[in-house]
């Protein structure tokens, strides 16, 4: 298995069933992998649609959406839909394909560093340096991107590494999208709505597109 393949493993694993993308050189390993590897792709006219393609998708399923783009000119294009599913607490794993390992930092053809360019707009940013740490990036991506306040993770992959082949040892930590709210703390928030004079319950958007509105508004009731 080579790291290609091990990325859509790795989706797979995660529960993944549905990637929005547009392909270019660095990243079309993994494109030949999703060919046969059961996930489905759907193909965008632009990165960015494809970033708001996996809002939209984490939005209305509560699920963690998933965009894929190229090096240099594609990853800048994920750019604006990263910022606006950091801004909106929406857990979102972008993958993109960066030049092969030895020709970072040399001004190769449609290299940018995306790395840098997307601390602003992201949780956390993974560079892979080998493929023997591809399955911990992977896991952690999706961990992040779930954990506490939700948001997006950019995972930049060389084309050598997603090229390579070997042994890789399992390492998913797999997403509970249906994380409850410890039972204490809503005790606690109850009973303060319940002495209050005047309440005001205010929630986050958050509380929608995960399904936990309803649950809000009982608890203000």
Partial sequence: MNGAQWVVHALRAQGVKTVFGYPGGAIMPVYDALYDGGVEHLLCRHEQGAAMAAIGYARSTGKTGVCIATSGPGATNLITGLADALLDSVPVVAITGQVSAPFIGTDAFQEVDVLGL?????????????????????????????????????????????????????????????????QADAEQARQMLEQAKNPCCTSAVVLVWRRRFRRCVNLSR
């Fill in 118 to 182: 997307s601390l602003a707009c992201t949780k956390h940013s993974f560079l892979v340096q080998s493929l023997a740490e591809l399955p911990r990036i992977m896991a952690e991506a999706f961990e992040v991107a779930n954990a506490g306040r939700p948001g997006p993770v950019l995972v930049d992959i060389p084309k050598d590494i997603q090229l390579t082949s070997g042994e890789l040892e399992p390492w998913f930590t797999t997403v509970d999208n249906e994380a409850t709210f410890p």
